[in-house]
C-alpha cells in the first residue's frame, strides 16, 4: 500500500496563476482532508470530504476549491494564485466509521507563488 | 484559529531523559490526538485519547488528558535522536460525520546525543 499520496512535491507559482494539487489514498478511507502548514505552525483545514461526492469547508477555505473525484482521490485547485497562498500542502484521510481513527498523511507539497 | 496551544514551543534534551510537552485547548472535545512530524514530512500519529479517557500508554509514550482543565501532557521516555521532530496536538470536537483535527503550534523538540 502507498497510503496517500500528493502530486506535485514542489511547485512555483507566479500571483494570478492556477493550478490543481492532487492526492490519492489506497485505504478504502471515506474522509479525505486538505491542511495547510505556515513556516512554525500547526496545520489548518482548508476543506474536507466526508464521502465521495460530498465537499465542506473548513477553517481557511477562501481562494481554494476541492472536488473529490472518486473515493480515492481528492484534488485542492487555486483559481488565481496570492503570495498568501504560499505554504506547504498535506492531504490526509481517515476511516471516521468508527470515529475515533488515525488520520493518515501524505508526504506534503510545497507551494511558492511569487 | 488555532484550538490548541502547545507549551513549550521548544525543547532541548540530552538522549535518555524524559520529554514532557503539554497541550491546552479551548472548547470541549470529543479526542485528543498527538502527531509528530519530521523536519520536511508529513505528519504521523502517535496516540489518540478520548474525552473519557484520563491516561493512554504506548511504547515510550504517556499521555493523559484533564478535561476539566482543558489540557493533555505528552511524556516520551528515555528520549533517542531520532525522537528529534516536531510534536503537535489536535483536537477533534465533533460526534458525527468527518473528523475535523483543530491542530496546536507545536513544539519542536531536540534530543542531543
Known amino acids: ?114 | 484559529s488555532q484550538q490548541g496551544e502547545e507549551d513549550p514551543q521548544a525543547l532541548s534534551i540530552q538522549e535518555g531523559e524524559n520529554a514532557t510537552m503539554n497541550c491546552s485547548y479551548k472548547t470541549s472535545i470529543n479526542n485528543l490526538q498527538w502527531y509528530r512530524q519530521n523536519s520536511g514530512r508529513g505528519l504521523v500519529h502517535l496516540i489518540l485519547i478520548r474525552s473519557n479517557e484520563r491516561e493512554k500508554h504506548s511504547g515510550r509514550l504517556r499521555v493523559t488528558l484533564d478535561t476539566s482543565k482543558k489540557s493533555s501532557s505528552l511524556l516520551i521516555t528515555a528520549s533517542r535522536a531520532a525522537d528529534t521532530a516536531s510534536y503537535f496536538c489536535a483536537t477533534d470536537r465533533g460526534t458525527q460525520g468527518a473528523q475535523k483535527l483543530v491542530f496546536g503550534q507545536g513544539t519542536r523538540l531536540t534530543i542531543n546525543p
Not at chain 1, 479525505?32 to 476543506?47: A, C, E, S, T, V
Request: net charge positive; proline share 5%; aromatic share 12%.
Open chain 1, 1 to 114: 500500500n502507498a497510503g496517500v499520496t500528493q502530486t506535485p512535491k514542489f511547485q512555483v507559482l507566479k500571483t494570478g496563476q492556477s493550478m490543481t494539487l492532487q492526492c490519492a489514498q489506497d485505504m478504502n478511507h471515506n474522509s479525505m482532508y486538505w491542511y495547510r502548514q505556515d513556516p512554525g505552525m500547526g496545520l489548518r483545514l482548508i476543506y474536507y470530504s466526508a464521502s465521495e461526492g460530498t465537499t465542506d469547508k473548513g477553517e481557511v477555505p477562501n481562494g481554494y476549491n476541492v472536488s473529490r473525484l472518486n473515493k480515492r482521490e481528492f484534488s485542492l485547485r487555486l483559481e488565481s494564485a496570492a503570495p498568501s497562498q504560499t505554504s506547504v500542502y498535506f492531504c490526509a484521510s481517515t476511516r471516521d466509521s468508527p470515529r475515533y481513527n488515525e488520520q493518515f498523511f501524505g508526504p506534503g507539497t510545497r507551494l511558492t507563488v511569487l
